[in-house]
């Protein structure tokens, strides 16, 4: 054999590999190979990839990181056209559409089943994907129904999109379609959301309002490198045109669809089920209830006939179809008056401008604060003090300013002027072409140094006990701390000439930042510089590959996006650090002074051999005297996964207080439930390393 040849069927392999691997953690939740094996694969693909171009696939593995960039979308039509749904905001409502539903049957002389398929109704952007003998061929935006736009090359890259159907089909004993038009939504997220926007607002980027607007902002982007970056998530809820080339999938009902898409590797929600006519209001209502707790937005309930034959003999009106509906939540929105417009500095030195609102009640929350993200904002609601606006809590979670009623307007208020100066140093603020923000350029700010020091020392750094926001100001003010590694300096002689500080308050605060230097590890301290889009989780991916911040602080931009789930805006964050000079001299003190934990190359360890031996495990409630973050890091340090969501492969749950709905969830699947003391003695003292909960 040739070898070409050979490095085909080794391609055609490591191919397969990795999209069965990928399928396995992106949509079952349930890999099976390590870490640093997969990236052995991957490396593998890439390197075979550069030695024979001539053997490209567009849907090899490696093309998710994108790279295409486009000078405009391209619109095309739908073979089959995609309708919108009519709503439903009431029982009553409900009801009305089941009588029409049956009503219309009855003239069609069919006899009607009230068997109905219900799942959440997504808050995303609602996407064709196409398949063509098996493999992905492109993708649509809805656009007008008619016709949308060609995403096909950002779709590419998103994680849990199967780009081959065949090894599953072949699994599941299904036919390979010729065509397979499938419809879903893509979304965000609201942890990945805030933690985008975090990103975004530390770069001067784009805000988004809300995970929405962030996944459709994130699909529809000319460069494919952008959208690979942002985690967008696909979930499956129909199909459209079909050609099975002769051949039977044997699909009579929604619900048969919706568990062949799975077979093929399709991610569809795990909340979808079958229900009886009484049972979908109820299960709406629950919906409603979980809906807090849910990883993603949703904004109500799709029902839709169960029957295929139904569906067919009730068709559609001129814009939806006459067998769906969708049953909507209320809007958690309310009217406020906007007292002030205050802006902030945070810790890279961004301008965020802050809502300062008359408290208004909103989904059982006070609020009284919203951020306004910037400039441009401000500018496009047109928001003025002493103006009335309406607020909503974007994703229930975050306050929004939604817009201004112009008619309570007060006849004096003004625009905002949103000042080109740092309001904490004075210094002037520049904002850079094509950036949103404006950004306060002196490193010795005080606002600055302020935020970046609390952020080393606070949970998401190196978790330093005791020393919070208050006395960090009281630190810099007076002029006894400028950059973190001055806390290590620090004594008891230092500190108790200072107010409020006693003789024991001032060994505590000593020996707290020793602890904290004794048990940092690279990953600790690589999160706790607060490098822009490097949170705990990169910093983790980050420890496993380089020894110490010295190989970090060498690794290239090429080095670094060779990583998992680290793109070229994270790289570029990463180089920009180590490039500035004052970082350099920072690091370079945290080696005088002792701070310089090494880490081990991650290699593959069969689960077996650790304490947990690849148990799952997942998180609900509140743990006493631990955080959420520190009990996850724990169970992987022990060997163990932390899981995204329930399902029938969970091992634990641990349950802390104020559950929400995955302990009902668990218990109905049988999984063990172990409280905050079990979960301790799972651990042991050993690998628990002193914790307690």
Same mark, same amino acid.
Request: aromatic share 6%.
């Given at each position: 054999?040739?070898?070409?040849?050979?490095?085909?069927?080794?391609?055609?392999?490591?191919?397969?590999?990795?999209?069965?691997?990928?399928?396995?953690?992106?949509?079952?939740?349930?890999?099976?190979?390590?870490?640093?094996?997969?990236?052995?694969?991957?490396?593998?693909?890439?390197?075979?990839?550069?030695?024979?171009?001539?053997?490209?696939?567009?849907?090899?593995?490696?093309?998710?990181?994108?790279?295409?960039?486009?000078?405009?979308?391209?619109?095309?039509?739908?073979?089959?056209?995609?309708?919108?749904?009519?709503?439903?905001?009431?029982?009553?409502?409900?009801?009305?559409?089941?009588?029409?539903?049956?009503?219309?049957?009855?003239?069609?002389?069919?006899?009607?089943?009230?068997?109905?398929?219900?799942?959440?109704?997504?808050?995303?952007?609602?996407?064709?994907?196409?398949?063509?003998?098996?493999?992905?061929?492109?993708?649509?935006?809805?656009?007008?129904?008619?016709?949308?736009?060609?995403?096909?090359?950002?779709?590419?890259?998103?994680?849990?999109?199967?780009?081959?159907?065949?090894?599953?089909?072949?699994?599941?004993?299904?036919?390979?379609?010729?065509?397979?038009?499938?419809?879903?939504?893509?979304?965000?997220?609201?942890?990945?959301?805030?933690?985008?926007?975090?990103?975004?607002?530390?770069?001067?980027?784009?805000?988004?309002?809300?995970?929405?607007?962030?996944?459709?902002?994130?699909?529809?982007?000319?460069?494919?490198?952008?959208?690979?970056?942002?985690?967008?998530?696909?979930?499956?809820?129909?199909?459209?045109?079909?050609?099975?080339?002769?051949?039977?999938?044997?699909?009579?009902?929604?619900?048969?669809?919706?568990?062949?898409?799975?077979?093929?590797?399709?991610?569809?929600?795990?909340?979808?089920?079958?229900?009886?006519?009484?049972?979908?209001?109820?299960?709406?209502?629950?919906?409603?209830?979980?809906?807090?707790?849910?990883?993603?937005?949703?904004?109500?309930?799709?029902?839709?006939?169960?029957?295929?034959?139904?569906?067919?003999?009730?068709?559609?009106?001129?814009?939806?179809?006459?067998?769906?509906?969708?049953?909507?939540?209320?809007?958690?929105?309310?009217?406020?008056?906007?007292?002030?417009?205050?802006?902030?500095?945070?810790?890279?030195?961004?301008?965020?401008?802050?809502?300062?609102?008359?408290?208004?009640?909103?989904?059982?929350?006070?609020?009284? =604060?919203?951020?306004?993200?910037?400039?441009?904002?401000?500018?496009?609601?047109?928001?003025?003090?002493?103006?009335?606006?309406?607020?909503?809590?974007?994703?229930?979670?975050?306050?929004?300013?939604?817009?201004?009623?112009?008619?309570?307007?007060?006849?004096?208020?003004?625009?905002?002027?949103?000042?080109?100066?740092?309001?904490?140093?004075?210094?002037?603020?520049?904002?850079?072409?094509?950036?949103?923000?404006?950004?306060?350029?002196?490193?010795?700010?005080?606002?600055?140094?302020?935020?970046?020091?609390?952020?080393?020392?606070?949970?998401?750094?190196?978790?330093?006990?005791?020393?919070?926001?208050?006395?960090?100001?009281?630190?810099?003010?007076?002029?006894?701390?400028?950059?973190?590694?001055?806390?290590?300096?620090?004594?008891?002689?230092?500190?108790?000439?200072?107010?409020?500080?006693?003789?024991?308050?001032?060994?505590?605060?000593?020996?707290?930042?020793?602890?904290?230097?004794?048990?940092?590890?690279?990953?600790?301290?690589?999160?706790?510089?607060?490098?822009?889009?490097?949170?705990?989780?990169?910093?983790?991916?980050?420890?496993?590959?380089?020894?110490?911040?010295?190989?970090?602080?060498?690794?290239?931009?090429?080095?670094?996006?060779?990583?998992?789930?680290?793109?070229?805006?994270?790289?570029?964050?990463?180089?920009?650090?180590?490039?500035?000079?004052?970082? =350099?001299?920072?690091?370079?003190?945290?080696?005088?002074?002792?701070?310089?934990?090494?880490?081990?190359?991650?290699?593959?360890?069969?689960?077996?051999?650790?304490?947990?031996?690849?148990?799952?495990?997942?998180?609900?409630?509140?743990?006493?005297?631990?955080?959420?973050?520190?009990?996850?890091?724990?169970?992987?340090?022990?060997?163990?996964?932390?899981?995204?969501?329930?399902?029938?492969?969970?091992?634990?749950?641990?349950?802390?207080?104020?559950?929400?709905?995955?302990?009902?969830?668990?218990?109905?699947?049988?999984?063990?439930?172990?409280?905050?003391?079990?979960?301790?003695?799972?651990?042991?003292?050993?690998?628990?390393?002193?914790?307690?909960?």
């Amino acid at each position: 054999m040739s070898e070409e040849k050979d490095a085909a069927a080794r391609l055609r392999e490591l191919r397969a590999q990795i999209h069965e691997h990928d399928y396995r953690y992106y949509v079952l939740d349930d890999p099976v190979i390590e870490d640093a094996a997969y990236d052995a694969l991957y490396r593998e693909l890439r390197k075979l990839e550069t030695a024979h171009p001539e053997l490209d696939d567009p849907n090899s593995p490696t093309k998710r990181v994108g790279g295409t960039v486009l000078p405009a979308f391209v619109s095309k039509p739908h073979r089959l056209a995609m309708y919108s749904l009519d709503n439903a905001m009431s029982e009553e409502e409900w009801r009305d559409f089941v009588t029409r539903a049956a009503n219309k049957l009855e003239r069609e002389g069919q006899p009607f089943t009230r068997t109905f398929w219900v799942d959440p109704k997504f808050d995303g952007l609602a996407l064709e994907i196409i398949y063509e003998n098996g493999v992905y061929a492109g993708a649509l935006t809805r656009g007008d129904g008619e016709v949308g736009e060609d995403v096909t090359e950002n779709v590419r890259t998103v994680k849990n999109v199967p780009l081959d159907l065949r090894p599953h089909a072949v699994r599941a004993n299904l036919p390979v379609p010729a065509l397979l038009e499938v419809r879903g939504e893509v979304v965000m997220t609201r942890q990945d959301f805030y933690e985008l926007n975090e990103r975004q607002r530390e770069q001067g980027g784009k805000i988004f309002a809300n995970p929405r607007n962030a996944a459709a902002g994130s699909v529809r982007q000319l460069d494919s490198k952008i959208s690979a970056s942002r985690p967008l998530t696909f979930f499956a809820y129909a199909i459209g045109a079909q050609d099975w080339a002769g051949a039977d999938p044997g699909w009579t009902t929604h619900s048969g669809i919706m568990a062949g898409l799975g077979k093929l590797g399709l991610p569809v929600a795990r909340e979808g089920k079958v229900a009886g006519e009484d049972a979908v209001y109820p299960y709406f209502k629950t919906m409603g209830v979980r809906r807090p707790d849910l990883p993603f937005e949703i904004d109500g309930v799709v029902v839709k006939v169960d029957s295929l034959a139904d569906q067919e003999a009730l068709g559609f009106t001129g814009r939806a179809p006459r067998f769906a509906i969708a049953l909507k939540f209320p809007a958690h929105e309310a009217e406020t008056v906007l007292k002030r417009i205050e802006v902030q500095v945070g810790r890279t030195g961004v301008l965020t401008p802050v809502a300062i609102l008359e408290p208004v009640s909103l989904a059982g929350v006070t609020v009284s =604060r919203a951020t306004l993200h910037n400039e441009d904002e401000i500018k496009a609601k047109d928001l003025r003090a002493g103006d009335t606006v309406v607020v909503r809590r974007a994703g229930d979670v975050i306050p929004e300013v939604v817009r201004v009623v112009p008619e309570k307007r007060p006849a004096d208020a003004e625009p905002f002027p949103f000042p080109h100066i740092c309001p904490s140093c004075h210094s002037p603020a520049v904002r850079a072409p094509g950036e949103a923000a404006w950004r306060c350029v002196n490193l010795a700010c005080p606002a600055m140094l302020r935020r970046g020091i609390a952020y080393f020392v606070s949970k998401s750094g190196l978790d330093i006990e005791g020393i919070g926001n208050k006395w960090v100001k009281t630190l810099i003010d007076k002029g006894m701390v400028k950059t973190p590694a001055d806390l290590f300096n620090l004594t008891e002689m230092d500190l108790i000439p200072m107010e409020r500080m006693a003789e024991k308050s001032a060994a505590n605060f000593v020996a707290a930042v020793e602890k904290a230097q004794q048990n940092a590890t690279l990953a600790k301290l690589i999160a706790a510089l607060g490098m822009r889009q490097v949170g705990t989780r990169t910093a983790r991916t980050l420890a496993e590959h380089f020894r110490d911040l010295d190989g970090l602080a060498a690794a290239t931009s090429e080095d670094l996006t060779a990583l998992p789930d680290i793109g070229p805006e994270v790289a570029g964050s990463i180089r920009e650090f180590f490039d500035n000079a004052a970082n =350099r001299e920072l690091i370079e003190r945290f080696r005088q002074i002792g701070l310089w934990p090494v880490s081990e190359p991650k290699t593959a360890v069969p689960p077996e051999a650790t304490p947990l031996g690849g148990k799952k495990f997942l998180f609900t409630g509140t743990l006493p005297g631990m955080s959420r973050e520190k009990a996850e890091a724990l169970v992987e340090a022990a060997g163990g996964r932390v899981m995204k969501s329930i399902s029938k492969k969970l091992d634990y749950l641990v349950v802390g207080a104020d559950p929400g709905s995955k302990l009902a969830k668990a218990q109905s699947l049988g999984i063990t439930i172990l409280d905050a003391e079990a979960f301790q003695e799972l651990l042991g003292e050993e690998n628990a390393r002193g914790e307690t909960l």
